[in-house]
């Protein structure tokens, strides 16, 4: 770890936005040399993979502005100030596909882009799920769509499903169901 | 996708940087409302899943600064101006590991975090692996890890590898191997 370090000598802020802050820090680097290091902090994130007793997911489509697209993404989002992640995963699976699970369990995390942010993606495992009602932000716009689990994977073999955590879900509900996780 | 579309109306631009720019959007939301979009704009980049002829990846070890670890990645990086993707993803290999890949073969693209970043991750599976020599950018410190696939699922089922896209190019390497992708 040392010998790869950097260490901060000085930091800029750019901008403090509604989801994420923006700054240009000035490090040293382990040959002693100085670089800059543009970085983005975020909250950090829950997402949910959302299992039927039937081997579907519950999946979420939205427009993601910054892509230009409608992506087919596991639902997620952000804690509130001071909730425990499990609470969040729970509250945002209800709110953008109305579906409350009985049994929630984190089985991993992982950073979604180290280069250049500090978001990390907390996973959520959701089962004995029942229907109530979606109950979105005012903001937020979500199409709900339940699909069996080996479609999804082969839709991700071949390419087809474009979010990285979302390829991370259905991979991990994969070996979830088979005892691996 | 049209009903759920959001509409840019303006933009203003906050900050370009050497990675990154970031621009804050006022967007038109489907009810007809008006909101803004934080918006990273990033160039892609490309991730390398590199299998030696024993199912063996290379990996690589290196401190990221927006989350103060070290991590075991893919190796990866940002295409040149101009550069084809293919190309840049055996540059990037050769670069951060010493080794020249004859086979390099596209197989699936993910947005990284679509919420704020278009950045979108092109995968590689690289193989017929010589090894010449690492020459990585002045300001990178990577350390190379050839670790065993096996040993590396078990390690992203455990939770033990926390970088999103790495552990998407230990399942995909797998199901590659499986004859699945």
């Known amino acids: 770890m040392e010998k790869l370090k950097e260490i901060k000598k000085s930091s800029k802020k750019l901008f403090d936005g509604r989801l994420i802050k923006v700054k240009i820090d000035t490090v040293k680097l382990p040959n002693g040399k100085e670089s800059t290091r543009e970085v983005i902090e975020h909250p950090g994130a829950v997402a949910v993979i959302a299992l039927t007793d039937e081997n579907e997911m519950i999946l ?7 892509t230009g697209e409608v992506l087919l993404e596991l639902p997620a989002g952000v804690p ?19 579906y409350y699970a009985k049994k929630v369990k984190k089985i991993l995390s992982g950073y979604s882009t180290p280069g250049y942010s500090n978001e990390i993606i907390n996973y959520f495992i959701a089962e004995e799920l029942t229907l109530h009602k979606q109950n979105m932000d005012e903001d937020e716009f979500v199409e709900v769509d339940i699909i069996d689990l080996e479609a999804l994977l082969d839709l991700a073999y071949a390419g087809k499903i474009t ?17 691996k996780v």
Do not use: H
Request: hydrophobic fraction near 35%; aromatic fraction near 6%; charge should be neutral.
């Open 60 to 66: 979420v489509r939205q427009f993601r502005y910054p």
């Open 80 to 98: 509130n100030k001071g909730e425990a992640l499990e609470k969040a995963a729970r509250r945002e699976l209800e709110e953008e596909t109305g």
């Open 163 to 179: 979010d990285n955590k979302t390829i991370i879900g259905i991979m991990m509900a994969d070996a979830y169901l088979k005892g």
